[in-house]
């Protein structure tokens, strides 16, 4: 998240930076919550992924527990960075 912050606030400043920041960080609470998301098999048996605006998070839900695996931005290439799965 930080280095996602630092590229936003580099090309659009502080108010931008914050508030898309907060609504990527909106979306964690409403993972917890839902069952929502695409389950990605070729990642790994529990992984889902949630588009929010330009970025992909990558994440593992178990009974109301969220663990976020990775967040790329969605124009990344998912296989070169797949080893941190």
């Given at each position: ?46 992984i ?32 070169r ?5």
């Amino acid at each position: 998240m930080e280095a996602i912050w630092d590229y936003s606030f580099r090309q659009f400043g502080v108010v931008q930076a914050d508030a898309y920041i907060g609504r990527i960080a909106a979306v964690f609470d409403v993972l917890a919550m839902h069952d929502i998301g695409t389950h990605r098999a070729e990642l790994g048996e529990d992984i889902c992924s949630l588009p929010v605006e330009q970025h992909m998070i990558y994440f593992v839900s178990s009974h109301s527990v969220v663990t976020i695996i990775r967040i790329l931005s969605q124009s990344q290439d998912t296989a070169r960075h797949e080893p941190w799965i």
